[in-house]
């Protein structure tokens, strides 16, 4: 088997919140489930990063998995991996072929040099095939666990203010204030804010862990919208709203789409990649024809649940493969 329990074993890389954010969530959930299975694993802080101990962790395992955002970091990885001959697994936590050249250049030379690279849509995965014949697609929802969902005493009673006084309460969020390549900024917080500046009868609540949005946005705020600006449970954040909208010009797998769906919350949100079924889908950047979706879509009241989101299940293979 590619676990070997008496001597060499699992190793997780990546970074636990905080920050919170779909990658560190998605580590944090993966470690537990993988504890719950009780498979023999070590976990590698990057946030904590010395060569030394990347250098030592490696070699003493048979199958190691990365979770990151820095391509240069996964090509060094990747290229441990083959000179320990330890069987590597990188998971690309947006869109493949995103980034600048100098970037792609070394993801695509990680995804060639790993064992087995998992990408997050079918865009990346006939990318990703044509370098390396294991590619896989596994989704990167995991399910929430009961901590997730926690949300403090002051936010609830924000919450429900907004709910008693606006028709249909929508969430959104951003892990942080970002661009993409084009210059344009990632989660589409800003425009989100303009049409809900017009639609004064709907409420909004924006999760902004980092504070970066409220900063640029003080003051300048319609009641009907509600910014979150330091850490908390987005999970939470999903549970106690209507409906969820994702505005960002570049993606992967988003898991707050799929976590949304899990807890049978309406989803809208642009089509710059392959989206689940079920999810309402507006051309990107085209801001008028989501305002028009985001009317209609409080009248919807159909919802969506897939049993098969979990992408737990799909690792769990593979970690057992010979």
Do not use: W
């Not at 580590?27 to 993988?34: D, F, H, N, P």
């Not at 040099?113 to 079918?122: E, G, K």
């Not at 049978?264 to 079920?278: A, E, H, M």
Request: glycine share 4%.
């Amino acid at each position: 088997m590619l676990i070997n329990n008496k001597a060499k074993q699992l190793l997780i890389l990546g970074k636990i919140p905080p920050p919170i954010g779909g990658v560190t969530i998605h580590v944090k959930r993966l470690l537990k489930l993988i504890q719950g299975e009780g498979i023999v694993c070590d976990f590698f802080d990057l946030n904590k990063f010395k060569l030394f101990n990347f250098l030592r962790k490696m070699f003493n395992s048979e199958i190691a998995h990365c979770h990151s955002n820095n391509r240069l970091f996964l090509f060094l990885f990747s290229l441990t991996g083959i000179i320990f001959k330890t069987k590597t697994i990188i998971t690309i936590h947006g869109n493949v072929k995103s980034l600048n050249k100098f970037y792609n250049f070394f993801e695509m030379l990680s995804i060639r040099f790993c064992y087995i690279p998992i990408v997050l849509n079918d865009k990346s995965y006939s990318y990703a095939l044509k370098q390396n014949k294991r590619s896989v697609i596994i989704s990167s929802f995991l399910p929430p666990l009961k901590s997730d969902l926690y949300l403090s005493e002051n936010i609830l009673l924000e919450i429900e203010n907004l709910k008693n006084n606006y028709n249909h309460i929508f969430s959104t969020n951003a892990s942080d204030y970002a661009f993409d390549k084009n210059g344009i900024e990632i989660y589409g917080i800003l425009k989100l804010v303009d049409i809900f500046k017009e639609l004064t009868h709907l409420g909004i609540v924006i999760s902004d862990p980092t504070g970066e949005y409220f900063k640029r946005l003080k003051g300048k705020l319609t009641p009907n919208i509600l910014i979150i600006p330091y850490p908390h449970s987005f999970s939470g954040i999903l549970t106690h709203t209507d409906s969820f909208i994702r505005a960002t010009t570049t993606d992967g797998d988003s898991i707050s789409i799929k976590e949304a769906l899990y807890f049978k919350k309406n989803v809208i949100s642009s089509n710059c990649v392959n989206r689940p079924n079920g999810v309402i889908t507006y051309e990107t950047d085209n801001y008028e024809q989501l305002r028009e979706i985001i009317l209609s879509t409080m009248n919807n009241k159909k919802s969506y649940y897939n049993s098969q989101l979990n992408g737990f299940t799909d690792l769990f293979k593979i970690y057992q493969i010979t």
